[in-house]
């Protein structure tokens, strides 16, 4: 009985946020808006985007204005400090008891990519208490569930203290090493060094990287991931396994973090790691190699 009672007590002290499912459905937010631990953040849209319509009570938080991400060293748009952070969280209303439901506008793999980088960041905070929307505002609509225009509800700031953690993210001098699978996330053109970011200074990706485009991951491209079986065949498509240690990298840590999402949360790769610098950061030093697969001759 003793062992019953405390097996029953144990259970009641884990809370939602521990149990906290990576994806979550329109119905299933739909019924659990009212919740007092619920916080749904609206990210990656404008300010004037939020206003004409947002799920109700949702918080709105400007991915590129507001902090999540800077310029350190001459890197754009790395994780901003932990303080800082913590500061932004607490505004937002968001404790370690808080149940976070990231919604993104849902009409393409790259704004879905604001979700899951901010899924990320959480979660290098040590924040176990985070859900992305499935298919995001688009799919949410769809469902023809309720949405509320205006500017949002008042939020009472709260103490958020992050426990950070050092498993989620590689740093530059492991890249160096190349001892570590490397995946490339950004389209074929750019994968190729047909084309590139205006943050990187270089075509072309690290050498050895394979290539793993984030639009494979949601179906059409769009705010949807696609079901577990599909991913894993994409996967072994592109020659990536669907676990042990590899490296996720972008241009800036975007549209990484979805391909991260992917493997570590949805395939239970816990090896995966994003590289947050990526190649804006690599590339600065011309020294680090660089791999051209189609060079154009002009």
């Known amino acids: 009985m003793r062992r019953l009672l405390a097996l029953v007590a144990l ?41 004409s319509a947002h799920i109700p ?32 969280l607490g505004r937002l209303g968001v404790s370690h008891e808080t149940h976070v439901i990231l919604v993104a506008q849902g009409t393409s793999a790259y704004d879905m ?6 899924y990320w960041t959480l979660k290098m905070l040590g924040h176990e208490g985070v859900s992305i929307l499935d298919g995001g505002l688009s799919g949410y609509a769809q469902k023809k569930l309720p949405l509320e225009a205006g500017p949002p509800k008042r939020i009472e700031a709260v103490a958020f203290a992050a426990r950070p953690s050092t498993g ?51 179906v059409d491209g769009k705010g949807f991931f696609r079901k577990p079986e599909e991913l894993k065949a994409l996967f072994a498509f592109a020659k990536v396994p669907a676990s042990g240690r590899q490296i996720v990298f972008c241009n800036t840590g975007h549209t990484a973090s979805l391909v991260w999402f992917v493997a570590h949360e949805l395939l239970g790769n816990s090896l995966a790691r994003l590289y947050d ?11 680090r190699p660089m791999k051209q697969i189609v060079v154009i001759s002009m």
Request: with cysteine.
């Open 277 to 287: 610098g990526s190649l804006a950061e690599w590339s600065l030093d011309p020294g």
């Open 11 to 51: 259970c009641l002290a884990v809370s939602l946020p521990a149990m906290a499912q990576p994806l979550v459905s329109a119905e299933w937010l739909s019924r659990h808006l009212t919740d007092s631990d619920i916080r749904v953040i609206d990210v990656g849209r404008s300010a004037g985007e939020f206003l």
């Open 57 to 88: 009570g949702s918080a709105f938080t400007d991915y590129k204005k507001d902090g999540w991400r800077v310029e350190r060293n001459g890197v754009p748009d790395v994780m901003n400090t932990v303080p800082a952070l913590e500061s932004l």
């Open 113 to 118: 990519a604001s979700a899951t980088r901010l």
């Open 168 to 218: 989620l993210s590689a740093l530059l001098d492991e890249v160096a090493t190349g001892s570590t699978l490397l995946v490339d996330s950004r389209p074929s053109d750019e994968y190729l060094g047909i084309n590139k970011s205006d943050k990187v200074q270089r075509y072309g990706t690290l050498p050895g990287a394979i290539n793993l485009p984030l639009v494979w991951m949601t």
